[in-house]
């Protein structure tokens, strides 16, 4: 059986055994013959790749209620790690404990005219029938 466990810091890997391990996003994967298949393929084995989005101008920003704060891209679409339904929009969710760091990071981006470069993982439901890729971290970027 394979054991994947989370890493302390999602693009981390350590882990202290001595046992075959390969670290792939982020995730300890246990067992040599497992954790070479997965290099080799590429597989995610987990719900959550991560991923760089690329630096983007940013074109909307809109709170839905209590739940989330989608961006929208200005130009190309952002980098899609997890394979969610859509890559023109990412997520911010209201139960991240760095919410209102990352939307006033954001709103900062729009008002200066500067790029946001995002650290995407996993995806997430939405209203309109389609998962979008969920912010972990994010840089303003001074063009």
């Known amino acids: 059986m394979m054991d994947v466990t989370n890493a302390a810091i999602p ?9 075959p391990t390969a670290c792939v996003a982020g995730r300890r994967i246990a067992g040599t013959a497992t954790a070479a298949a997965l290099l080799f393929f590429g597989h995610c084995p987990t719900a959550f790749c991560a991923g760089d989005s690329g630096s983007r101008n940013i074109a909307n920003v809109h709170l839905e ?4 704060a989608t961006i929208t891209s200005s130009g190309a679409a952002f980098a899609n790690p997890d ?3 859509t890559s023109a929009t990412v997520v911010i ?3 991240d404990t760095q919410y209102n760091q990352k939307l006033s990071t954001v709103l900062t981006a729009v008002a200066l005219g500067k790029q946001v470069d995002f650290w995407l993982i996993g995806c997430t439901s939405t209203p309109w029938n389609v998962t979008m890729p969920v912010v972990y971290a994010l840089s303003l970027m001074n063009q």
Request: net charge negative; charged share 5%.
């Open 11 to 19: 693009g981390s890997c350590s882990h202290p055994s001595n046992e």
């Open 83 to 85: 394979g969610c339904g």
């Open 93 to 95: 969710q209201t139960s």
């Open 65 to 68: 209620g209590n739940v989330f």
